[in-house]
């Protein structure tokens, strides 16, 4: 079965830092991994998505990479903006079940 | 503003009611999803239509019952609910379902409170 877990949990840093957040899966046998951002009380927005082919991808201030060898993925994001402030989820596409996956979210907070 | 329309906002009802949940997409999207989200968890699937026919359900209890009538709209038909299924409900689409590598558009969900 499918496991997918974040670490931090919760992280809180000053306004300019770059930062990297971590996500792991147990079962390597994946399509793609994405990269979800969810505000309070609102939706998930797509930031990136690597095809299990891919090494990294990145948009603006968002860089992610993943080695699906040893199941694991880094969300970078570059000069921490308050605006950043959201939790942050991965989703594995798994080929056993063909649906996304979600890891358990890392809270992010940026603080001026 | 999301591509993805959730109606209501916020939904309060009780245990004996029957509603509606309503999701809206003009994308030409031909995969859709309903997850349920608990407050401070990862979303869980619940339903996957795909090409408007009923593709996965989750062993979600007969108290929710998915409706696609056509490929923008997904309805969930909500009828003697409990408490703990309090929660946000969000809708998703994507192109299409199959090992898809395009990503799923979400939209900003129902909150629902059963009282």
């Known amino acids: 079965k499918q496991e997918v877990t974040q670490i931090p949990a919760a992280l809180s840093v000053p306004e300019g830092e770059n930062l990297v957040l971590n996500c792991s899966f147990t079962?390597?046998?994946?399509?793609?991994l994405q990269w979800f951002r969810q505000d309070p009380g609102k939706g998930l927005t797509s930031l990136l998505l690597?095809?299990?082919?891919?090494r990294e991808q990145t948009s603006g201030r968002l860089n992610a990479s993943l080695d699906k060898s040893s199941g694991r993925s880094t969300l970078y994001i570059a000069a921490s903006q308050p605006g950043d402030s959201a939790t942050y989820l991965c989703?594995?596409?798994?080929?056993?079940?063909?649906?996304?996956?979600f890891g358990t979210g890392t809270r992010l907070q940026v603080f001026p | 503003d999301t591509e993805v329309t959730q109606t209501p906002k916020h939904l309060v009802m009780g245990m004996t009611n029957k509603k509606s949940l309503k999701c809206e997409q003009h994308m030409g999207h031909r995969a859709m999803y309903w997850y349920k989200q608990k407050a401070k968890k990862p979303p869980e699937l619940m339903f996957v239509y795909s090409y408007e026919k009923l593709s996965i359900n989750e062993s979600v209890p007969s108290r929710f019952s998915p409706e696609c009538p056509n490929s923008s709209l997904l309805n969930l038909h909500l009828h003697a609910l409990q408490p703990e299924d309090s929660a946000l409900y969000l809708c998703a689409s994507s192109p299409y379902r199959f090992y898809s590598n395009q990503p799923q558009h979400f939209g900003d969900g129902t909150r629902l409170s059963i009282l």
């Open positions: 690597i095809q299990s082919s891919q």
């Open positions: 989703a594995v596409g798994s080929y056993n079940t063909d649906k996304l996956i």
């Open positions: 079962d390597s046998a994946i399509y793609n």
